[in-house]
């Protein structure tokens, strides 16, 4: 079978027994990694607050033009 970056690839037996410790340790590790990438928050809040200043700014715009 071809090579991977981890070693080489094989299959799991067709019984389901056998999981080596070190298949078992890459896969706890894997689970408790952090997740990669930017928040959804960090991205929304910025965007959130220039819409809201906006329309402030455009409600004092409105108000004044009225008054």
Known sequence: MAD???????RPRADGVGHSQREL?????????????????????????AMWAGLLTGAHALIGAIA
């Not at 991977?4 to 094989?10: L, S």
């Not at 706890?28 to 607050?49: E, F």
């Open 25 to 49: 340790g890459e896969r706890a590790s894997y689970d408790c990694a952090p997740r990669a990438g930017v928040s959804c928050l960090l991205i929304a809040l910025p965007i959130s607050l």
């Open 4 to 10: 991977t970056f981890g070693g080489e690839h094989r």
